[in-house]
């Protein structure tokens, strides 16, 4: 998997996201900053849904790097329960269907899925029947 | 320490002036301001001026005359014309000067604001991925807050519409056209719950405002309005901002979080020596629908989730308890950076004289409110008292 950036994904199958937490206060943000002031930390792979909404309209490039055949997508903030909320895509899921608190997993999506090495983005997807 | 008043306002009209340049709707102000002060150029002893887009504003001293005023810039963000006018009141309390002026102006280019990833000092394949959207931020907020406090869709539309309504009895509104509230929710979506028409605009405009010491306005003979607060302030922790590729976890998630309007709030009550209960006009920031409805609580005007009962009484329009946005707000003016919030100063000071035309508030009003919130986590609020 080629990830949008490095240091956002674990190495490993299934990836988990990066976070980091701050060394001298304990905060988690993701993604993790450069420097010595924050250690790693994967995050859990599950969560739930702390709000969302639908990009309706294609983003200006630069800086939006998505195809030029635009789509709406669902953009959610997604709990990370005791470490902290990511912004990422919420996929396979109709947005008549999502609700604030439903349980999400992560799902990476590539950034242009019609490209030949598309670059992976954070996601999640539907725990549960959704799917 | 005297109060400082605002001796005299003017206003280019917001919206899209293809003809004139940033800078000219702010020097078309300031005449006009002058005008109403019955004051020259020349006797304005200092200036700041805010312009996020349009440059640095102390070059309008060609346009106005090469008097050797102390001319100082401001960019603060969506703050800016708020942080323009603390500053120049700041000149005045201080006793250094008695009679000065504040004025903003803005042109921005049509369409969303195009905002890069490192001018936030964010990674760039945050912009890359499509999040660099401040549309997304202000719809998540809201339905976040729409799900907490039982705010429906409706009362979305129902701002939009009152904004229309009343933005169409203001000559310096862009839209001055009534739309109905169907029209509203039926319009197209575009960042869920909110349509086109909850959104306000990237626009351009122009405002300033003279402002004087109380023995320079006794002297000039105006109507004393009095400036009792202007307050600028900064976003506490745990807040929840535009372009955040993450927020904190907090312990109960179930109450609203800090933010700086609740900051700048209190702090401008606190300097006034009043409360909520005793204002009798508010100009609430209006980026969309849903910030005017979630502001009202912030600047302590009423409960969360109130704000239902509010819009459907009809409690914030221009003959109700709390008239909210008398000139249509940003939903009906744009939001010109630079200007937006002295526009909200400008309109309470014509609503104080007594001067607001078909928009004018009824019961002869003596308080009203302005509050401005923005990028980065910004808040700036002033209180005026006739």
Sequence with gaps: MRAIAEGLFTHEWPPRLIGGRERLTGRMVFPCPAGDGYEPVALTSEGTVWSWTVQRFRPKSPPYGGPDSFAPWIVAYVELAGQVIVEARLVHVDPDAVRIDMPVRLAPVPLDPAADDPVMIPAFEPLGDEV | ?386
């Design chain 2, 1 to 386: 320490m005297s109060d400082v008043c605002i001796v005299g306002v003017g206003i280019h009209p917001f919206g899209r002036t293809d003809s004139l340049s940033g800078l000219d709707q702010g020097v078309f102000a300031v005449r006009e301001a002058l005008g109403d002060a019955g004051v020259d150029w020349k006797d304005i002893q200092f200036a700041y001026g805010s312009s996020d887009a349009a440059g640095n504003p102390d070059t309008m001293v060609e346009r106005l005359g090469l008097t050797g005023v102390q001319f100082i810039n401001v960019r603060n963000g969506c703050a800016a014309g708020g942080s323009a006018l603390f500053s120049a009141q700041m000149a005045i309390k201080s006793g250094e000067f008695d009679l000065g002026l504040a004025v903003g102006f803005d042109k921005h280019p049509r369409g969303a604001f195009n905002a890069l990833p490192a001018e936030y000092n964010l990674p760039d394949w945050y912009g890359e991925a499509g999040y660099m959207v401040t549309t997304q931020f202000f719809a998540a907020k809201i339905m976040r807050y729409m799900h907490m406090f039982g705010i429906s869709r409706e009362a979305l539309g129902r701002v939009a519409e009152k904004a229309f309504r009343n933005g169409a009895h203001a000559p310096h509104a862009w839209r001055r056209v009534p739309v109905g509230i169907d029209e509203i929710l039926n319009a197209p979506m575009v960042s869920d719950p909110y349509s086109k028409f909850m959104f306000c605009s990237p626009a351009e405009g122009g405002v300033a405002l003279i402002l004087a010491s109380e023995k320079k306005a006794h002297a000039l003979g105006k109507p004393l309005i009095r400036l009792k607060a202007a307050t600028m302030r900064t976003r506490p922790p745990h807040s929840f901002e535009v372009f955040s590729p993450s927020i904190d976890v907090v312990a109960d998630d179930r109450a609203p979080r800090g933010t700086a309007t609740r900051i700048a709030s209190a702090d401008a009550f606190r300097a006034a020596g009043i409360g909520p209960a005793d204002i009798h006009i508010a100009q609430l920031q209006d980026t969309e629908a849903g910030a005017e409805i979630m502001h009202m609580a912030e600047n302590g005007f009423c409960a969360d989730g109130e704000q239902e009962r509010w819009l459907a009484e009809g409690q914030t329009e221009i003959g109700g308890r709390l008239p909210v946005n008398t000139d249509g707000g940003c939903l009906a003016c744009g939001e010109p950076i630079g200007a937006s919030g002295l526009r909200q100063v400008y309109e309470n000071v014509v609503q104080l004289r007594g001067d607001g035309g078909g928009r004018q508030v009824p019961g002869n009003p003596k308080t009203a409110y302005s509050h401005v919130y923005g990028a980065p986590g910004v808040s700036a609020v002033t209180i005026l008292e006739r």
